[in-house]
């Protein structure tokens, strides 16, 4: 049997994107990229405001916008596929939750819409329910003798 330290280690860029995402997103980031804004800015006078100040500037911010978009949305990949992860643990060891939901984000828009009517179903059975505590299953919805409508 595997335990935890069997686990993969993270590759490098994965581990990279991490940490410029967290780093990126901190006060101490924030306060560079001021300063830099702030040093540019007071260095205008100095060339002249020449064309070549103004290309280096567009260049150096476009180069790090471009990769910053990959770094972001590859942390961000991770993030999303944790929680993911993780609720879909919570519905499988839920004893009353469908297990239809798991991994619920593979399937299509409409067919998420689909359920999404169940569910608005199911929230006007329990605001009729005399008990409020009362459960309900989307396996309920099966028993409609007709389609929920979509409003």
């Known amino acids: 049997m595997k335990n935890e330290t069997d686990l993969p280690k993270a590759g490098f860029f994965e581990r990279l994107a991490q940490l410029v995402s967290k780093f990126t997103g901190s006060t101490p980031a924030v306060i560079i ?3 830099f804004v702030t040093v540019w800015g007071f260095t205008g006078p100095l060339f002249h405001y020449s ?7 567009s260049t150096v911010t476009t180069i790090i916008t ?9 942390a961000q990949n991770k993030d999303s596929l944790a929680i993911q992860l993780k609720l879909d643990e919570l519905i499988a060891a839920n004893e009353f939750a469908s297990n239809r939901l798991v991994n619920v984000e593979e399937i299509t828009e409409e067919e998420m819409k689909v359920i999404k ?13 005399e008990n409020p505590l009362q459960s309900h299953s989307i396996a309920e919805t099966n028993n409609l003798t007709e389609p929920v409508k979509e409003k």
């Open 117 to 129: 009517k169940y569910y608005l179903h199911l929230s006007k059975l329990t605001k009729n329910e």
């Open 33 to 35: 990229a001021i300063l």
């Open 51 to 57: 064309d070549l100040w103004k290309t280096i500037l």
């Open 66 to 74: 471009f990769l910053m978009v990959f770094v972001i949305q590859k």
